[in-house]
């Protein structure tokens, strides 16, 4: 679900038993219906709270459902066409929710398979097919983006050729998806059988997260790859650790590519003999002018992780300059693999360039 801070001091709160409660999670009637603190106008006596979630520092706090009107670009895929202005239910959350975010951020945008998620109600307002693309733009680039690789190349139709099924879990609707194992220069790393499947309960398996800076792993598979790795790259010289990574570099040692540091790739292995490919620029992070490190932790470092344990969360970093495409409808995924490969990154997306 989305949330904003700082609503206008009167705004449209969802009445009690409306058509828009249906898809609100985590909700309660609050025992006094009209809050002094969220002054609203609503159509019945009592209105609904959502509970809005910082993904940040793990906070929630009791806020009114509403609606509010977003707008953003339409496109043809290529060029900028026209602002779109939309409605979509949100939640209403203080100014001091917003103290953990980045500068300049007015709320956070839901992308869980739920029905009240940002890409489901847009596809819903407009009758579009529930699918939405993700392309996060690598740290201090620029938020706007369009794949303006050279040569030009078309990635979306042969992204639709190659998806993946997500991997349902009975305890929450995010994306989860099946790894059958992990691999370092092509060497298959040792992990314990069954390491990588997900429980009844809705334990292990591999998940997305956006707010999750680094890839994080469960120990019995982060120790034999985190090994793995350092054996692959036995000659470069260690630099003391910088938290919350546990094996740095000397920068000075490491020779730089297309795709990031000259280092061993390390390969996600997917279902159907797919694997993810992470270079250099997705393995390792440089932390200052002197030390890059290994950018994967244990899903026990002081970083945010889902609830139910996944035993791969695959995060920020791993995931910046990837173009990943989902669809909700057929509870697929695809991916393109690291984007500097063939030129370009999520970054380059400018709109206000002109139509051709």
Known sequence: MLWVANCPCTHWAIGCGGSDCNGIRNMFTPDVCDSAEWPAQGQGPCVYTALPYNPVDGRRVAAQAT????????????????PATFPVVASCAPGEFLASLP???????????????LPLQVAQWYRLKQQFALCLPRGGDGGHFQLLAAPTVELADSLRKN????LFNPKNRAYYFTITGIAVNQQRVPTPSGAFDMERRGQGGA????VTPYTALRWDI????????????????????????????????LAM????????????????????TLPGASSLVQVNDRTVCFAFV???????????????????HQLEDNLLMFDLVK??????????????????????????
């Not at 998940?207 to 956006?210: K, P």
């Not at 889902?306 to 995060?315: C, D, F, Q, R, T």
Request: glycine share 10%; aromatic share 10%.
């Open 67 to 82: 609606t509010i009107s977003i707008t953003a670009n339409a496109t043809d895929g290529k060029n900028p066409l026209f």
């Open 103 to 117: 500068a300049d951020v007015a709320g956070v945008a839901g992308l869980a398979r739920l029905l009240n998620s």
């Open 163 to 166: 998806p993946l099924p997500f």
């Open 207 to 210: 998940a997305f997260s956006t």
């Open 222 to 253: 982060y120790w034999p790859l985190r090994n793995a790795f350092d054996a692959a790259t036995s000659g470069i010289a260690h630099e003391d650790k910088v938290a919350p990574f546990d094996m740095c570099y000397q920068a000075s040692e």
């Open 257 to 276: 590519t297309s795709v990031g540091y000259a280092v061993a790739n390390i390969d996600l292995m997917l279902d159907g003999g797919q694997n993810w």
């Open 298 to 316: 244990q899903t026990d470092s002081p970083v945010p992780a889902h609830a139910e344990s996944p035993a791969v969360i695959l995060g920020g």
């Open 331 to 356: 509870d697929t995924f695809a991916f393109s693999g690291l984007l500097l490969g063939i030129g370009t990154t999520c970054s380059n997306f400018d709109f206000i360039m002109g139509s051709s």
